[in-house]
């Protein structure tokens, strides 16, 4: 179950830096920069900001502790934080978010890590049947604040159940917001945005990302309204005229060279990261859509009942009019997820992308 | 599993008796009749009170579910004295988790039973503020909430590492002997005992499992598996009021004097059904059923109230509380309703959520259609 190590960068945060953030409720403040960090340490740095900031942020996990996870997501928190806000679990997934479930209803904000996400499953029903419908059950009265951080997606040549996308599985889930970052500054941000939010969050890591680097935001913006829509709104990674690529995660690193590539042949793609997979931020792919008349939708996860076929409909519904194209999707396939020497075909590579861009124009 | 296994304070005839050592153990023969002590007269008049008004109130429901005003019904007919006498040990300022039977709980805590109607009625999901009365919503995925009562009591460890003084010791979570084969209850028992968590697992084995018996759940005395993840235990009578006041009692000081998770079993009897949709006729004797009527829990504290010299009128007075609380329950469900359909899009999120609202609109778009049409 040992993932690669990821290297270790001494030129990272100190163990007891304060990344510049607000206070939740408070408005947006200046604070210092960090440089270029990977994605894995500004999510360190992000959990780090947020420990820091309020007392009642919880971690808990199987290896969190001393090992800092197998991805060393959580490096040096225990040693700084103490055992007792860096848990080690027993090992056992649905007692974990189970027993994180019950230190939110005694007024903590739990932070959960699943290990993998071929892991999730034994947790599904704490997760979907208690953690999605307390608030909801409880006509408001009570909140679970729990965020569940779950390294999710292939590309890594890992073994069976170590390269999973269940992302949409949650997303059928009313009662839960399922978001993911695709660069180091949206997952320094998000991190504490779920951790403020008073809803349970699904902030899945795309792994295959983790070590790419990037800049931090000096600032996050933890008003109520600010964390509503940082994990709701997607982002526009670059603007295009002739089809809008929109994925999330993993792929929008692909989806951004694809629209490199695609320029080089004189087309014009727009690229939207989603961020947010629960609820969707239909009205940016909507406001996109109309402008350029195409759509090609990505994700690790299956075509069908992806959210793919979500954006779809929606699109079809709203743009019906102004669509060149059929929405085109490029996903992994309805088998389960290959062998690893598999993989690469499965993934929504940069020609399968491309192929679909090329069947969108030519359609 | 014999009576002669558990702890008992109170025959069935309702005779006062001295704490058998082998069962008490944990505890002291000398401690359970202490704590047995601490109950006056004024409480076990109280204790028969709550235990009357419990099976009045479940009686009403059953047949308001009978007339069709509820969808469905759980009865807690036989469980009161393992119910109402383990509440009485619990502090007000511990959070109860119960499973969803616990309305003898409920009566004790003082939650208004007319608030658990709207679950059955289906015009609510929960029907109170879980922080009212500390005492948490039913949850109805058997054993689920073990672990949340383990978390929230992991949740008072914390509290006190940071200095924050709770007025909380334990925290107490109920469940029955089906539940006991549940993963979740088993991790429950692995967290509890991994934190050394302020957690009492009271467990009711009211021997049935809808029609499966607990025989096959396990075929050993189930507290014993408490013994496999270092958690102590005592098994009681559940159907002696005083017996389950005395080991709750126990087990509690036990839990606020830093030793741990306890967990104790009540062995009780569902003299009713599962539900209102249950047949047990098709699963279990006649002989079985009156076997554990003879063993009435309300019946057994009366005939020790009456050998306490407690006077007819008491009973009669009891009597007529319950009526009154049937005829307030019944009033209470015809007059329950749900609100505006719109209701169900409230509190999905406990912040603005998009889609939501999306769907928010447009059912009122669909209405303003129907109107125009």
């Known amino acids: 179950m040992n993932a690669p190590v990821v290297a270790h960068d001494r030129k990272g945060p100190a163990p007891h830096a304060r990344p510049g953030t607000t206070a939740a409720g408070a408005a947006p403040s200046s604070g210092a920069a960090h440089a270029s960090l990977p994605m894995a340490q500004a999510i360190n740095a992000g959990l780090r900001a947020a420990m820091t900031r309020d007392e009642s942020v919880i971690l808990m996990g199987e290896d969190i502790g001393p090992l800092g996870g197998v991805f060393r997501v959580t490096d040096g928190l225990q040693r700084d934080f103490g055992a007792d806000r860096v848990r080690d679990t027993p090992l056992a997934e649905s007692g974990i978010v189970g027993t994180a479930i019950g230190m939110a209803l005694a007024g903590y904000r739990p932070v959960v890590e699943i290990q993998f996400d071929g892991f999730i499953f034994p947790a599904f029903n704490q997760i979907t049947t208690q953690l999605a419908k307390l608030t909801y059950r409880s006509q408001g009265d009570v909140r679970v604040p729990v965020v569940i951080r779950v390294p999710y997606g292939g590309d890594i040549g890992a073994i069976e159940h170590h390269s999973e996308s269940p992302e949409a599985l949650f997303a059928h889930t009313a009662g839960l917001r399922v978001v993911t970052p695709s660069t180091s500054a949206d997952a320094f941000t998000m991190i504490q945005q779920a951790i403020a939010s008073p809803d349970p969050v699904l902030f899945f890591e795309p792994k295959a990302r983790y070590w790419s680097r990037g800049e931090i935001p000096a600032t996050v913006d933890l008003t109520p309204d600010g964390v509503v829509a940082g994990l709701s709104r997607a982002r526009t990674v670059q603007h295009g005229t002739d089809v809008t690529l929109a994925g999330y995660g993993p792929t929008v690193a692909t989806l951004t060279k694809a629209a490199a590539a695609a320029a080089e042949d004189g087309i014009s793609a727009e690229v939207l990261d989603l961020r947010s997979i629960s609820p969707l931020d239909f009205d940016a792919v909507i406001e996109s859509v109309r402008r350029t008349g195409r759509l090609v939708v990505a994700h690790e996860a299956a075509e069908y009942y992806g959210p793919g076929a979500e954006l779809a409909a929606r699109v079809a519904e709203a743009c019906f009019y102004d669509l060149e194209a059929p929405v085109l999707r490029v996903g992994g396939f309805h088998t389960p997820y290959p062998a690893n020497r598999h993989e690469h075909d499965h993934l929504p590579n940069l020609d399968r992308i491309l192929d679909a861009i090329d069947r969108s124009l030519d359609y | ?373």
């Open chain 2, 1 to 373: 599993m014999t009576e002669t296994e558990t702890l008992q304070l109170l025959t069935p005839a309702g005779e006062r008796i001295a704490p058998n050592p082998a069962v008490a153990h944990p505890a002291t023969p000398e401690q359970i009749a202490a704590y047995a002590a601490e109950l006056t007269l004024s409480d076990l008049r109280a204790a028969y009170r709550n235990m009357v008004r419990t099976r009045a109130f479940d009686r009403e429901a059953t047949s308001l579910q009978r007339q069709g005003e509820l969808g469905l019904w759980v009865p807690s007919l036989g469980q009161e004295a393992a119910q109402v006498g383990s509440a009485l040990a619990i502090p007000a300022a511990d959070m109860i988790y119960p499973s969803y039977r616990e309305h003898g709980v409920a009566e004790v805590r003082g939650l208004d039973l007319r608030e658990i109607i709207p679950v059955f009625r289906g015009t609510r999901h929960g029907g109170w503020d879980p922080k009212a009365h500390n005492f948490h919503l039913y949850t109805f995925v058997i054993g689920a909430h073990t672990l949340h009562a383990v978390g929230h009591a992991m949740g008072l460890q914390q509290d006190r590492r940071r200095g924050i003084v709770d007025t909380a010791d334990a925290v107490v979570v109920y469940f029955g002997d089906g539940a006991t084969s549940q993963g979740d209850a088993n991790e429950a028992l692995v967290f509890a005992s991994s934190a050394e968590a302020p957690v009492l697992f009271f467990l009711q084995n009211n021997h049935w499992a809808i029609s499966v018996p607990t025989e096959r759940q396990s075929r050993f005395p189930l507290a014993n598996r408490a013994d496999g993840f270092g958690i102590p235990h005592l098994r009681v009578d559940g159907n002696d009021v005083v017996a389950c006041y005395a080991a709750t009692r126990y087990a509690l000081d036990h839990i606020a004097a830093g030793h741990g998770p306890f967990y104790i079993e009540a062995e009780t009897y569902r003299m009713g059904a599962h539900t209102t949709s249950d047949d047990p006729t098709r699963y279990r004797t006649r002989e079985e059923e009156a076997h554990w009527l003879a063993r009435d829990p309300i019946a057994r504290l009366r005939a020790l109230l009456e050998a306490d010299g407690v006077e007819p009128e008491f009973f009669a007075g009891v009597e007529a509380e319950g009526r009154e609380l049937g005829a307030s329950v019944r009033a209470f469900t015809r007059a329950n309703t749900a609100g505006d359909f719109t209701e169900v899009f409230d509190h999905v999120y406990a912040s603005p959520n998009a889609q939501v609202e999306r769907e928010r609109a447009a059912w009122d778009a669909y209405l303003s259609r129907g109107e125009s049409r």
